[in-house]
């Protein structure tokens, strides 16, 4: 089981990317989830298909059956280990604005993000975090090493929404919705892919 910290007030937290076996860096991982019946789901795939099936309801019924969510995931470096957090678009739009995706970030700077939480209307407002410099103790000392740190430490945040995606828990979907939306969405796409090549 992975560790995905959860936000709390006064959070000093330094992000760092996602790293993958041949060294590339992706600084989050963007998708889509559901929850159902205290369950998340997640949907992380291009055809975007939980999306899809919330706006089809939407669109049919006028009723919110299915709210789904954009989450960003980033590796964060927390309490001496790597853990992953899931951010909405307020906390995504200060980090992304804050720091740039190259190489080069992988310094032993002082920058991190100091969490601000507040309540607005009795629900969670991050708006108000901010990137500080903060003294701490980088557990690397050279971008090779904070490479090599990442890759031997990161969570496995891919198998885990893997094993919690939509196509794994698709009979929970059609237990909810009382239909196979999924499967009506993929004959959909086969047929419009079809189409487009005159088949």
């Known amino acids: 089981m992975i560790k995905i910290h959860k936000l709390e007030d006064g959070d000093i937290i330094k992000i760092l990317p996602f790293v993958d076996k041949d060294n590339n860096i992706i600084w989050y991982k963007k998708y889509t989830c559901a929850f159902i019946n205290n369950k998340t789901i997640y949907d992380n795939s291009e055809k975007e298909y939980l999306r899809r099936i919330s706006h089809t309801l939407y669109r049919k019924d006028g009723d919110v059956k299915l709210p789904t969510t954009i989450r960003y995931a980033y590796n964060i470096y927390i309490n001496g280990e790597i853990q992953i957090i899931n951010l909405g678009l307020t906390l995504y739009n200060i980090i992304s604005t804050t720091k740039k995706e190259a190489l080069d970030l992988l310094q032993m700077d002082n920058n991190h993000l100091y969490i601000v939480k507040e309540m607005i209307s009795g629900f969670s407002s991050w708006g108000k975090s901010y990137f500080d410099e903060f003294e701490w ?12 740190y990442i890759k031997s430490n990161q969570p496995d945040l891919d198998s885990f929404i893997e094993s919690n995606n939509i196509f794994h828990h698709k009979q929970r979907i059609i237990n909810y919705l009382g239909k196979d939306m999924l499967s009506e969405l993929i004959v959909d796409d086969r047929q419009k892919k079809l189409e487009l090549i005159g088949i």
Request: hydrophobic share 35%.
């Open 137 to 148: 103790i980088p557990p690397a000392s050279s971008k090779e090493e904070w490479l090599e």
